[in-house]
């Protein structure tokens, strides 16, 4: 009895120490998109026709009247800038930090567009 006992408590300590493994969250690797005007790639990013679709199809559930930021046709820009975009630093934005970090899991492709529209100046077109 005193053996199992102990292989028990040996096989308890092996699973509890093998718990305790830590697997690192990877990043999600958001492609770019060429920002310059003189990329021969380069395509404008307009708000209107490519963005706030996103923001109607994936968003305005939550995110309208009631819940900041309005991301309603109409509100969703006013709403956005300067508080939650900053203008040609995606890096540093609430909005693309908060979609890159998983939220809502956003298609890697809609949330590449809206990092793009953000470095390309976040203009209202």
Request: glycine share 6%.
């Amino acid at each position: 009895m005193k053996k199992i006992f102990q292989i028990l408590i040996i096989v308890c300590g092996g699973l509890l120490m093998n718990s305790c493994y830590y697997d690192e969250l990877q990043e999600k690797i958001i492609p770019e998109l060429p920002t310059d005007p003189d990329d021969p790639d380069y395509v404008e990013i307009l708000f209107g026709t490519d963005i706030q679709p996103i923001f109607t199809a994936s968003c305005i559930g939550c995110h309208n009247a009631s819940r900041n930021p309005d991301l309603r046709e109409g509100y969703a820009y006013s709403s956005l800038v300067p508080e939650y975009v900053i203008a040609n630093d995606a890096a540093s934005s609430r909005l693309y930090n908060k979609l890159a970090g998983g939220h809502q899991n956003l298609a890697t492709d809609k949330i590449t567009l809206i990092k793009t529209w953000i470095n390309q100046g976040a203009k209202n077109n």
